[in-house]
């Protein structure tokens, strides 16, 4: 039985998302929100705007995670950008998420 100080887990959910660049949601399965807390790792992405030769501009790009309720992990996105065309680079951020559950 896994233990946290004197708090006992009753559930551990992982998984990684590419939902980062957008955002939007991810389905969980069902948890006490009360008695919930989320850990959260963002592979930092990146826009770039090339012209010519030189980056006209280049920015990074962040996202946030929050417990929306029971059954779902709402991501929000930093800076980004969808605008294409010629010249316009993107790595969107990958999110790595862990929910944990106490009794």
């Given amino acids: 039985m896994a233990v946290l100080g004197n708090r006992v887990i009753k559930s551990i959910q992982r998984g990684t998302t590419a939902k980062g660049g957008g955002g939007g949601t991810v389905t969980i399965n069902a948890v006490d929100t009360d008695k919930t807390m989320v850990n959260v790792s963002v592979g930092t992405g990146r826009q770039r705007y090339i012209n010519g030769t030189d980056y006209a501009y280049s920015q990074s790009i962040g996202a946030s995670v929050v417990l929306t ?5 709402t991501i929000a996105n930093g800076i980004y950008d969808s605008t294409t065309g010629t010249g316009y680079t993107f790595s969107v951020p990958t999110v790595s998420y862990e929910v944990v559950e106490y009794e």
Avoid: F, V
């Fill in 69 to 73: 309720n029971s059954t779902t992990i």
